[in-house]
């Protein structure tokens, strides 16, 4: 009977605080977190901590709205740091994100410009002979031995080296005379 009738009295205390300190902790909570949206949820959150929490409240009393603009002013701040830790943790992701977009292009850019390469390269062996187109391939793209190719190919080891030497020198011109491919 006295739980029945102490609750009784903890709710009437409540309910007299927030008729008659609410509109003042929202005012308090307001000029911390310069948002009265947030202030007013700040302020319910106060006074269901202050209801949970069992603390006795009077309405008359000046010691209520201390430990109300106490518990609100706790409220609000870790409000604040919360709000400050997710700012942070979205300006870092948000880096990433640029961070990433920069290496995306870059290797886009470098698989464009080795495209690029690799197709002025097929067109200079095409102007080759035959004979040496092959064995260019197999140096270039395989990374096959010259001994190999030449004995592969029927083509002399002398023959092969002057036509790579053919083929550096017109991929210099070629890409001399358009730098925008290169």
């Known amino acids: 009977m006295k739980e029945n009738t102490a609750t009784a009295a903890g709710e009437c205390g409540i309910v007299l605080c927030y008729e008659r300190f609410s509109r003042n902790v929202v005012r308090f909570l307001n000029y911390i977190v ?3 949206d947030i202030a007013e949820e700040l302020m319910h959150d106060t006074f269901l901590k202050v209801y949970e929490k069992g603390y006795p409240l009077d309405g008359n009393s ?12 706790n409220r609000a701040l870790d409000f604040l740091k ?8 979205l300006r870092e992701k948000q880096f990433q994100e640029v961070a990433l977009d920069d290496s995306f292009y870059g290797d886009l850019e470098r698989c464009y410009i080795r495209g ?9 062996i095409a ?18 031995r010259l001994c190999h190719v030449s004995a592969e190919r029927g ?7 002057k036509a ?9 011109l ?8 290169a």
Request: include cysteine.
């Open 62 to 73: 000046s010691r209520s709205l201390n430990l109300l603009l106490t518990v609100a002013r």
């Open 127 to 144: 102007s080759f002979p035959e004979a040496l187109r092959g064995a260019l391939r197999d140096r270039l793209y395989e990374g096959k």
């Open 155 to 161: 083509v002399s080891p002398y023959c092969i080296k």
């Open 116 to 124: 690029e390469v690799l197709s002025t390269l097929q067109d200079v």
């Open 164 to 172: 790579e030497k053919a083929l550096r020198s017109e991929m210099r």
């Open 34 to 36: 310069r948002d009265l």
């Open 82 to 89: 919360r709000r400050r830790i997710e700012s942070v943790k």
């Open 174 to 181: 070629r890409f001399q005379e358009n730098p925008e491919e």
